[in-house]
Nanobody, 122 residues
Framework: QVQVVESGGGLVQPGGSLRLSCAASGSIFSIYRVGWYRQAPGKEREFIAS?????????RDSMKGRFTISRDNDENLALVNLTINSLNIEDTAVYYC??????????????WGQGTQVTVSS
């Protein structure tokens, strides 16, 4: 079993930066990939970025440049961070991470966290 918990959200002024963290526990070596997503009010959840156990990263095209996904060590995906620069009001959303497990069947995206709220406002 794997659980993930997001942290690091809060109220930020436009132009500021924030680092979100996704902490995994349980069978962390069964995690193949950790992904970050967000859901703004009235909108669907959207993919931001992901990182695999091998260190490969992937970003949504529209988010390349301001968003950076990273992990705390090269051995596992126990702690994955998402740094967001030049925040703007449109970045206001609940940010979620999830852990795709090795061997997961199609459509099974693995466990999700409860999310962390990011509010960008002056």
């Amino acid at each position: 079993q794997v659980q993930v918990v997001e942290s690091g959200g809060g109220l930020v002024q436009p132009g500021g930066s924030l680092r979100l963290s996704c902490a995994a526990s349980g069978s962390i070596f069964s995690i193949y990939r950790v992904g970050w997503y967000r859901q703004a009010p009235g909108k669907e959840r959207e993919f931001i970025a992901s990182i695999t156990s091998g260190g490969s990263t992937k970003y949504r095209d529209s988010m390349k440049g301001r968003f950076t996904i990273s992990r705390d060590n090269d051995e596992n995906l126990a702690l994955v961070n998402l740094t967001i620069n030049s925040l703007n009001i449109e970045d206001t959303a609940v940010y979620y991470c999830n852990a795709l497990l090795w061997g997961a069947p199609p459509g099974d995206f693995g466990p999700w966290g409860q999310g962390t709220q990011v509010t960008v406002s002056s």
